[in-house]
């Protein structure tokens, strides 16, 4: 069995969630199973249908994710753990009162289904204030 | 057996971890396994020893971490994935050259060793540039 490339999926991986994210976020669905978690801002969501609902109902409606390289490291169970830092940029905001880019931290989980794709086990999502 | 009380282990660890960290630092290496990783900045670190030697050599030599309330979730092999994000303030810098608080976020997974004890399996620190 060739070894699994680590970076290179977390790479992928990443640049496939946010692109997804920033142009029709309903698709993340594909992404998540039943069994997968999202902590966003300290609330937890279990599920894909729980966590489609809460990512489509977030109240920008247009954003664009700006990251640095994500660092990526194998996990005991065979999945990738990815640590993402950058930038939320929110193009047409409803709520907050301000437009500046607000830095933030996400951390996937990523593990193997019994047909080897990939999906997200983990994730929390969380702003940086500084 | 008792559900695994996850939100408190990981507020309990990232307040002995980093209450460690800016004491003395090189007592962190109670924390670490043979097999743990750590991931500084983008560079890698394996095995206790290692992790250590980096720790100790960073150039910040007193360094306080401020931190937020960690968010928690169990990964698929018993383990715990931890998000903290916060704020490093340096309070004795030789190579930087400005002193503010810098942001910063930090994944870990603990697992549990044969012992039954909580160890640092991945480690993921990253400091967040707005």
Request: with cysteine; net charge negative.
């Amino acid at each position: 069995m060739a070894a699994v490339d680590f970076p290179g999926i977390a790479k992928q991986f990443v640049e496939h969630y946010y692109t997804t994210f920033d142009t029709d976020r309903k698709n993340l669905a594909t992404l998540y199973r039943e069994n997968s978690m999202l902590t966003f801002e300290s609330v937890q969501q279990l599920g894909v249908n729980n966590i489609t609902e809460k990512l489509v109902s977030l109240p920008f409606q247009k954003v664009k994710h700006q990251f640095a390289e994500p660092d990526a490291q194998p996990s005991p169970s065979g999945g990738i753990i990815i640590l993402v830092t950058g930038q939320l940029v929110r193009r047409d905001f409803q709520v907050d009162d301000e437009s500046r880019p607000l830095p933030y931290s996400q951390v996937f989980q990523l593990c193997q289904d019994a047909n080897g794709a990939w999906f997200v086990f983990n994730d929390v999502f969380k702003l940086v204030l500084g």
